[in-house]
């Protein structure tokens, strides 16, 4: 990948960002003006979906920071952005171009007072992986030892705000794209969740921190998670283990059999049980390019950036809830409801049935089938139903709202379902937490 200057002043990044509505808008059109004409207008569709994902792609990817970490997060809303969009944009969880080499020995001098190859015996000036915040580069110890450096891009944090209005922008050019229009207020706050997301992860000791919590506190005999190198660390440059392994694309293109499929697959279920109900704990950045397929057969998770420590109180509400619907327990699943302030204490059996589960019912049943049986197959998962307008109108009023512990559980719900649709696993789901 050629390297790339990233622009760090206010006034470059909101230029860029118009550009890239612009360019998304044009090809909106573009793909208006032909559909009348077109024979094949489902082959005309996913052509154009392509198209629009790497175009976002890309210029999300000269930009980085938050405008590329909402790609990210986009790319696992499988119910809102179109699917070919959202496998174009699940790219930037672990596939972006570098900053030039001048940036990346700026934030060392910063950092240090030296350049790397006075602190490594060895150090790629190209760096093996480079994501929304950072890239990382291979490096070596004096007494031999790999280790991975991640690098912190430049004007990050002053990128922030500002970043987040282009991303507003980007958002209502790609619900013209799709048949669903996002709800504002779930938008805002989704923008309010990556701006706090984002002021923990650019605080490197804080991720060194948070990863040594996990280390302590996450034991499982195929699950590694790498050291920090904690005299090799400051702000803005961590530094870690190497691990040796692949991200999923790379792994699936290996044509893993079935069993190793299930294998991995029953690794991550087990491990997002386990750090949800009896951690109370979560990695609050669920994207895919976090979880790294090693050489042994064993899962490197990456990135700790950003966890949350849920409420001990949420998570026994939520896996009652949980419980209450894998047994169809109307009366348990309104008493859960009202528990987690989703619904108002006024609402009654009646209401609840005639106004709000017709809605609802779809999306409760896709969350817990796979815990309706012994074993599933995760390969066959469906995508996530919605409302349809009539029952968005005659639910939502009933509704009093999520809070942040909600959405960051719903969030790595999803991703850690949708990893194992892509992996194609068949994995024991029974458990002694949702019964």
Known sequence: MESKEIKTGKLARTLAGTGIAASASLKHLGYLSKKP????????????????????????????????????????????????????????????????????????????????????????QEPFAAASLGQVHLAELENGRKVAVKVQYPGIKESIDSDLKIISTLCTTLAAASSAVPNRSVLNTAFD?????????????????????????????????PSVIENLSRMKIITFEFLNGLHVDGWLAKQPTQEERNRIGQIIFDTFLFTSFELKSIHADPHMGNYLFLENGDIGLLD???????????????????????????????????SLNILAESIDTKTYLDEIKPGLEGLQQWTVEPFKVARYDFGQLKVPPKMTAQQQKKAVPHFNGFKRDQMYFDRNFAGIFQLLKKIGAVVKTENSWIT
């Open 193 to 225: 969740m990556i701006r706090e997301q984002l002021l923990e992860e650019i605080d490197y000791e804080r991720e060194a921190d948070n990863t040594r919590w996990f280390q302590e506190h996450l034991i499982h005999p195929n699950i590694t998670i």
């Open 37 to 124: 004409f077109a024979a094949d207008k489902q082959k005309l569709r996913d052509e154009y979906q392509e198209t629009l994902g790497r175009a976002l792609f890309h210029g999300l990817s000269q930009l980085r920071g938050t405008a590329l970490k909402a790609s990210q997060v986009l790319s696992m809303e499988s119910d809102f952005i179109p699917e070919r969009v959202r496998k174009e944009l699940e790219q930037s969880c672990y596939k972006v171009p570098p900053i030039n080499r001048a940036q990346m020995r700026k934030v060392f001098k910063e950092e240090f007072g030296c350049s790397p190859k006075q602190l490594f015996s060895q150090f790629d």
């Open 304 to 338: 700790f950036g950003c966890i949350k420590h849920l409420d001990h109180d949420f998570v026994d509400k939520i896996r009652k809830l949980y419980s209450a619907l894998v047994n169809s327990d109307i009366e348990s699943t309104i008493t859960s409801y009202k």
